[in-house]
Nanobody, 116 residues
Framework: QVQLVESGGGLVQPGGSLRLSCAASRSIFEFYGVGWFRQAPGNQRELVASLTSGGTTRYLGSVRGRFTISSENDQNTMYLQMNSLKSEDTAVYYC??????????WGQGNQVTVSS
């Protein structure tokens, strides 16, 4: 019933920027929180950034200061702005939203590749 559709992944050079978008079928703030996860080959899935309905943000230490999570309620959209990208940021990125009764929703995933 709830769908999250991602866009914006692709190839970028080190030091470059990229913005990921995640469009939800309902208001982002109908959820308790939203976030972005990533998983690189051979690595565990990491929570990169999260945003609660109260506006609190948290970031993975390695991306803090470079990445920004935000939302646009009128567009039912959340974003991950990624600046100063490094090769270590290469991964599949997934948007996520969670709500009442343990509800948890995922986007389809987007490949982000940071390479020269």
């Amino acid at each position: 019933q709830v769908q999250l559709v991602e866009s914006g992944g692709g190839l970028v050079q080190p030091g470059g920027s990229l913005r990921l978008s995640c469009a939800a079928s309902r208001s982002i703030f109908e959820f308790y929180g939203v976030g972005w996860f990533r998983q690189a080959p051979g690595n565990q899935r990491e929570l990169v950034a999260s945003l609660t309905s109260g506006g609190t943000t948290r970031y993975l230490g390695s991306v803090r200061g470079r990445f920004t999570i935000s939302s646009e309620n009128d567009q039912n959209t959340m974003y991950l702005q990624m600046n100063s990208l490094k090769s270590e940021d290469t991964a599949v990125y997934y948007c996520n939203a969670w709500g009442p009764s343990g509800a948890n929703y995922w986007g389809q995933g987007n490949q982000v590749t940071v390479s020269s």
